[in-house]
């Protein structure tokens, strides 16, 4: 299990959820989630992102957003990218983290919120 370290920082996977979850609220990201899945064992990465969009055009430009600041501060692309050219919802794998951007419709349904309950939902604050 991942855990803070002696000095009480945030792991590097804390910290590339919070980064990019700070990318979707910087491009206007409704309701932006971080889920702490960690204790789950059934959990498919450590850490959810879920963010909803208002229509296509803005979902990808959420997404590029996620990709710049990644890149920039980790050095690394998402293993896998699903969804982006319908984007309804796209999907992006960085492994122990997973970013989610949904339209609304496709939000609602899928509810992964309400899937992923027993996780943890951690405050986003201010950039760090």
């Not at 910087?26 to 971080?34: A, M, P």
């Not at 600041?69 to 050095?75: L, N």
């Not at 339209?103 to 939000?107: H, T």
């Given at each position: 299990m991942e855990t803070k370290d002696k000095n009480n920082q945030r792991s590097e996977t804390?910290?590339?959820?919070?980064?990019?979850?700070?990318?979707l609220s910087?491009?206007?990201?409704?309701?932006?989630?971080?889920l702490d899945l960690r204790e789950?064992?059934?959990?498919p990465a450590r850490f959810f992102v879920i963010a909803t969009g208002n229509v296509p055009s803005h979902v990808s430009a959420m997404s590029d957003a996620v990709?710049?600041?990644?890149?920039?501060?980790?050095?690394?692309n998402p293993?896998?990218?699903?969804?982006?050219s319908n984007a309804e919802w796209i999907l992006?794998?960085?492994f122990d983290v997973v970013v989610h951007i949904f339209?609304?419709?496709?939000?609602d349904?899928?509810?992964?919120?309400?899937?992923?309950?027993?996780?943890?939902?951690?405050?986003?604050?201010?950039?760090?």
């Open positions: 804390e910290m590339l959820a919070r980064v990019a979850a700070h990318a910087d491009k206007k990201g409704e309701d932006v989630r971080i789950l064992q059934t959990a990709h710049e600041a990644v890149k920039k501060m980790f050095g690394q293993s896998k990218v699903e969804g982006y992006m794998d960085y339209q609304k419709e496709k939000r349904y899928y509810r992964l919120e309400q899937l992923w309950a027993d996780g943890k939902e951690i405050k986003i604050e201010n950039k760090e």
